[in-house]
């Protein structure tokens, strides 16, 4: 089983419509973040948590929230979808000396 | 701030060797390097956490110079396998933000 495992792997939404993005781990890390990748942008932060009780927004949390349910469990929400909300998205942990571990990504795009 | 990688892209023949850069306008704690295929989630290379330090992997070496803010990653007689985007990650000196990921240098190695 892979450290992290996102779902869904692709997803095609409408405007206007919530949208939630799933990631969870299997090492019992603390340390978990969602990224937003745009061609030629690179990795962008929206938020982390560095425990249960620990939110933080990133660069550009705006029309985005998460949830930690759990230490293994970081959501992330799109209340209304839209358009330019179209990218890879990347949720990863921290794992200390060996970096951060990224899920394989979920490809969304907001029609 | 994002960290600025250069070049932005470039080819190679295998066996030839590379340098990718990354520079940061403000003081870094830490450098991180990933490579990532296309489609795929970007793979942990190596962390620098002391000027100065150099490490190795394989053929692949980085160098952190902490007065200047840099770091830069060497490629040495290139294989078909490291094509790729790398990306450069950097912390500031608190210790616990997030990585600020540079835009990435898009290597490709052709035969």
């Known amino acids: 089983d892979a450290d992290v495992t996102q779902t869904p792997r692709n997803r095609i939404t409408k405007t206007g419509k919530r949208i939630m993005l799933e990631c969870s781990q299997t090492?019992?890390?603390?340390?978990m973040y969602w990224y937003r990748q745009d061609p030629g942008l690179g990795l962008r932060l929206i938020y982390y948590?560095?425990?249960?009780?620990?939110?933080n927004k990133g660069e550009i949390s705006d029309g985005y929230s998460v949830s930690r349910q759990a230490q293994a469990k970081f959501s992330l929400s799109l209340e209304s979808a839209i358009p330019n909300q179209t990218a890879l998205y990347f949720c990863a942990t921290w794992t200390g000396v060996h970096g951060y571990t990224f899920g394989s990504g979920t490809r969304l795009t907001v029609v | 701030q994002q960290p600025v990688q250069s070049p932005q892209a470039v080819i190679l023949r295998e066996g030839e060797d590379a340098v990718i850069n990354c520079s940061s306008s403000?003081?870094?704690?830490?450098v991180h390097w990933y490579r990532q295929k296309h489609g795929e989630a970007p793979v942990f290379l190596m962390i620098l956490l002391k000027g100065g330090e150099q490490k190795g992997h394989d053929k692949i070496s980085a160098s952190f110079n902490e007065k200047k803010q840099q770091s830069s990653l060497y490629l040495t007689a290139s294989q078909l396998s490291y094509s790729g985007t790398y990306f450069c990650g950097s912390s500031t000196p608190s210790g616990n933000t997030p990585l600020v990921f540079g835009k990435g240098t898009r290597l490709s190695v052709i035969a």
């Open positions: 948590s560095f425990d249960v009780k620990d939110i």
């Open positions: 090492k019992g890390h603390d340390r």
């Open positions: 403000k003081a870094l704690y830490s």
